[in-house]
């Protein structure tokens, strides 16, 4: 618990003793609040992705609700009582909970700027925890194919399409559509891998920080998805997403990449950052998607809600893209300086033709020395070379990582494979030619040390003659200052 708001009169004990007594409402239920419980029923109302229009369908729902909830707060969903009329006849359900302190609600504590940073720690290891052991199953796997998470997308795109125009910008929406379904469309091993590894649980489905209390002895989560299990059959890291989503809409990104960043320490998964924007961008649009629909039902504030959830969507599908970046150029150009400062920056994968030509079968043996064309250097061994670095790059980046490459790419046919892979992968590709005039590149060259290239001034002096023209390519003038070269290259991929 963190200091900030435990010193706010909160009592050591579990619940906070409450005489108000109150009323709230959503579209589906009423919940009452009666000093220290609450006591929740449901509409009997009819919206098609839920119908509780007969006492059976609601006492069902009620069961439901608290069998789901006691997963993550079970002393606080206490039991599913009958509610009796004038003649002591059954006529309703209500589930009795514990009534959580309001001034401990995480979404309040978030906007009062309070330090919850302790909070969500224990958040992140309880979720962490909670899916590990959360049901799983061929149903809930099906819900993790890449199909499945295209069509939830689609009907999302569909549900928002009437209010384009209006509430949502044209050319945003537009946008979202294309990045979404370019990054899905090369996808399929990462996400078929996520299910082969269990990633896909029945979660929550619901993580909103309006529903999440920071109670002194640890956070108490309710309200999870009753009425569809279908809706809580989600890849884990995208039930917590929808948490990390709210705190970013609450004002601040730094809480929610925190929280997921503990998250998955704690659950020991693989982070793959594109697919975190990628679930954080869909959850975004879901609620964006809703505020549209509440706008249609009269709700002021509704579409500038609705806007502010779609840029936060198009934010981050486009910090997700996935990126194929050629840095190229002759001996002494730098190349190999640019292209690791900018795999750092993206957090890509960097593969250098220096170091996988001698990783090839066959290259034991070879000089590396014998000369411009021979040796290690022969044309079948360069294509070799390069065909093995674009494999490795292209298993890459169906997993959802982007890849810097450094080669010379003196060759426009290696070019073009190499854009045929960022086709065939759905990803952004950047082309990089680093350029030096020859009296600046070759001391670079003699001045080497410890280095995995082989090329000398003499070698580089025969590629120049050999080097296609590159048009494709934004040139890097690497003459000058390392860091002006970097950034005008960080541009470039940027703008691409």
């Known amino acids: 618990m963190s200091t900030s708001h435990a010193r706010a009169g909160t009592s050591p004990a579990r619940f906070v003793h409450q005489d108000s007594v109150g009323i709230v409402q959503s579209h589906c239920a009423v919940v009452v609040f009666i000093g220290d419980h609450a006591y929740k029923v449901k509409k009997p109302v009819d919206f098609g992705f839920l119908d509780f229009r007969t006492v059976t369908a609601r006492e069902r729902a009620c069961r439901r609700e608290l069998e789901l909830n006691r997963r993550l707060a079970p002393d606080v969903y ?14 309703d359900w209500i589930v009795v909970m514990r009534r959580m302190p309001s001034s401990l609600r995480l979404s309040k504590l978030v906007a009062q700027r309070a330090d919850v940073r302790a909070d969500l720690k224990q958040l992140a290891r309880l979720l962490a925890s909670f899916h590990s052991t959360a049901h799983r199953g061929p149903d809930i796997d099906a819900a993790g194919e890449p199909a499945a998470l295209r069509k939830r997308w689609i009907d999302n795109f569909a549900g928002s399409e009437p209010f384009v125009g209006d509430v949502l910008d044209r050319a945003q929406f537009d946008e979202v559509v294309e990045l979404t379904l370019r990054y899905l469309d ?11 590894r269990g990633c896909i649980v029945d979660g929550h489905g619901d993580l909103l920080a309006e529903d999440i209390f920071c109670l002194p002895d640890g956070p108490r989560v309710l309200d999870c998805l009753e009425f569809d ?13 929808f948490l990390a989503m709210d705190l970013e809409r609450l004002g601040d990104t730094t809480l929610g990449q925190i929280f997921l960043d503990w998250y998955q320490e704690f659950s020991d998964a693989r982070g793959v950052q594109s697919l975190a924007h990628h679930y954080l961008a869909y959850r975004a649009f879901v609620r964006a998607k809703v505020a549209c629909l509440r706008h249609a039902q009269g709700v002021a504030d509704a579409a500038a809600q609705a806007r502010q959830l779609t840029g936060m969507t198009l934010q981050h599908l486009r910090d997700g893209q996935v990126r194929l970046v050629l840095v190229g150029g002759l001996p002494g150009t730098g190349k190999s300086t640019v292209a690791g400062a900018l795999a750092d920056r993206m957090g890509a994968v960097l593969l250098r033709t220096d170091q996988i030509r001698r990783e090839l079968p066959g290259a034991v043996g070879l000089a590396a020395h014998a000369g411009y064309g021979r040796g290690l250097y022969d044309s079948g061994h360069v294509h070799d070379t390069y065909q093995e670095m674009l494999d490795r790059a292209r298993t890459v980046l169906e997993f959802g990582e982007s890849v810097v490459l450094d080669a010379s790419w003196s ?8 854009r045929a892979v960022a086709r065939e992968t759905s990803v952004v590709v950047t082309e990089l030619q680093c350029v030096a005039p020859a ?9 080497r040390a410890g280095d995995a290239s082989d090329a000398t001034a003499e070698i580089a002096a025969a590629m120049r003659w050999d080097f296609a023209e590159w048009p494709e390519s934004t040139r890097i003038d690497t003459a000058g200052r390392e860091g002006t070269a970097i950034a005008t290259a960080w541009t470039a991929v940027e703008t691409s």
């Open 439 to 447: 009296e600046i590149a070759e001391p670079r060259i003699t001045a």
């Open 78 to 91: 206490l039991d599913v009582a009958q509610v009796l009329d004038g003649n002591s006849e059954p006529c």
């Open 229 to 241: 299990d279908a809706l809580r059959y989600v890849d884990a890291l995208d039930d917590v997403a």
């Open 186 to 196: 090369g996808r399929t091993p990462l996400l078929e891998d996520r299910v082969r």
């Open 411 to 418: 060759s426009a046919d290696e070019r073009e494979s190499a």
